[in-house]
């Protein structure tokens, strides 16, 4: 299965510009944790005449200080858009969707569409992900259309899963609007059964359902469309839930039988992610689904918060998903 031109991009093409934004939220924790340390140096007597004995601990704190201070002033390009981090593992949706479909999916498709999207914005504005596919069709920019669809697609599609058993179930009202637009959950099951089998959605697309008017309305796209793009050959509205049916996210377990692939689907489906995004889409808000604080609130991966250790007179701060500084023995 190929991908449309304005999504070709090389993996290392991604690698340079999937951190772009990620280096905006750094510098802002970094110059936290630089304050931090200066506080941390008046406990110590940085600020005033040293002792002949000053410790190690001191003489790298007031280097960091200085280091932080660096990084926060300097000034680096950023690339238009990064790669999410799957809020789950891998093999997290088996048995509805395997682990080596979500390696492929995610590693390797959509980080083209991120090194496609990035490739064709390179030295230009970078505008927010929601507002590049809203107007990427009346802008002709196949790229943005593409690539830039196919990005915000995947972020909001990995967003919406959740382990088995771990999704909760449709809320109240969205439960009320499902029965009055299809007459029941499982006649919205029913209706993705028909309207994204392969006789209905021909090659690939997404299924997709919106809230259009305060309502619920089933739908589907070609390629990477979405109904947030003006123009769309679809329902426009804001979506809520959207069923992926390229061949790359099914393919490497169920071949051929795309309507099994839509059947297990069901069982990995978010819906405590969905009901927040239908709160929303009530008020006129779509999802931002390309910030990691959206994908570390998902609430399909709740873990449980674990004290950082510390000792002496040293103290610890964690950045992001993955740096801890230790500022202790």
């Known amino acids: 299965q190929s991908v449309g031109k304005g999504a070709q991009g090389s ?61 926060a002033g300097s000034s680096r390009p950023a690339g238009a858009y990064e790669l999410p981090p799957l809020p789950y593992a891998y093999d997290a949706l088996e048995p509805a969707i395997d682990e080596a479909t979500m390696k492929v999916h995610h590693d390797k498709h959509h980080a083209t569409y991120i090194g496609g999207i990035n490739g064709a914005l390179e030295g230009s504005e970078q505008p927010p992900l929601l507002d590049l596919i809203k107007g990427a069709i009346k802008s002709g920019k196949r790229p943005h259309r593409n690539a830039g669809g196919g990005v915000w697609n995947h972020d909001f599609f990995w967003l919406e899963m959740a382990p088995p058993g771990t999704g909760g179930k449709p809320s109240a009202a969205l439960q009320g609007a499902i029965d009055k637009a299809f007459g029941s959950l499982d006649g919205l099951k029913d209706k993705f059964a028909t309207g994204a089998a392969p006789a209905a959605l021909f090659g690939s697309g997404w299924a997709w359902v919106v809230v259009k008017d305060g309502e619920l309305v089933f739908t589907t796209t070609a390629n990477q469309d979405n109904p947030l793009m003006e123009g769309v050959d679809a329902v426009e509205g804001i ?36 009901n927040a995004w239908y ?13 990691p604080p959206a994908a570390a609130a998902l609430v399909g991966r709740k873990q449980p918060k674990q004290p950082e250790p510390s000792s002496g007179n040293g103290f610890r701060m964690r950045l992001n998903f993955e740096t801890i500084l230790d500022f202790g023995n």
């Not at 061949?247 to 978010?270: G, M, T």
């Not at 709160?279 to 910030?291: S, Y």
Request: charged fraction near 20%; proline fraction near 5%; aromatic fraction near 10%.
């Open 239 to 274: 979506p809520i839930l959207g069923l992926d049916v390229w061949e790359h996210a099914y393919y490497l377990k169920y071949q051929n039988r795309r309507p099994e692939y839509i059947s297990a689907w069901w069982d990995v489906v978010n819906w405590n992610q969905v």
């Open 11 to 71: 993996m290392a093409g991604a690698s340079r510009t999937m951190t772009g934004r990620r280096r905006h939220w750094g510098t802002a924790a970094l110059v936290v944790a630089a304050g931090l340390v200066v506080l941390r140096s008046k406990q110590l007597s940085f600020l005033g005449p040293q002792p002949a004995s000053t410790s190690r601990r001191e003489v790298l704190g007031a280097g960091l200080v200085g280091s932080l201070a660096g990084l």
């Open 279 to 291: 709160e929303a889409a009530l008020e006129g808000k779509a999802p931002v689904v390309d910030a």
